[in-house]
């Protein structure tokens, strides 16, 4: 079993930043991947970004450039640091990972959400 807990979250006009955390407890040798999505009213979840076990990153084409991912294997924490941003980046963040279990078998376990929201 592994536990994400999120913070960062918070109000902030266009243009501004915000930095995310993410922390992982429990089983969390076995990580494979871990990142963020996040999911506004009415619309479908979608990754924002997202290390795999190669260390390889990907972005939504909507947040390259603006966004980082960056990660601590040592303290298993991931973090998003989010500048120039837009009202259309108004959502609740997930962090999310993908842990191996026995043999090819895998498990996804999600935080509880972060809200960001972005006034004109």
């Known amino acids: 079993q592994v536990q994400l807990v999120e913070s960062g979250g918070g109000l902030v006009q266009a243009g501004g930043s915000l930095t995310l955390s993410c922390a992982a407890s429990?089983?969390?040798?076995?990580?494979?991947?871990m990142g963020w999505y996040r999911q506004a009213p009415g619309k479908r979840r979608e990754l924002v970004a997202q290390?795999?076990?190669?260390?390889?990153?990907k972005y939504a084409d909507s947040v390259k450039g603006r966004f980082t991912i960056s990660r601590d294997n040592a303290k298993n924490t991931v973090d998003l640091q989010m500048n120039n941003l837009k009202p259309e980046d108004t959502a609740v963040y997930y962090c999310?990972?993908?842990?191996?279990?026995?043999?090819?078998?895998?498990?996804?376990?999600w935080g509880q959400g972060t809200q960001v929201t972005v006034s004109y």
């Open positions: 290390f795999n076990s190669r260390g390889t990153i």
């Open positions: 429990g089983s969390t040798f076995s990580i494979n991947a």
């Open positions: 999310n990972t993908i842990t191996a279990g026995l043999g090819p078998v895998q498990y996804e376990y």
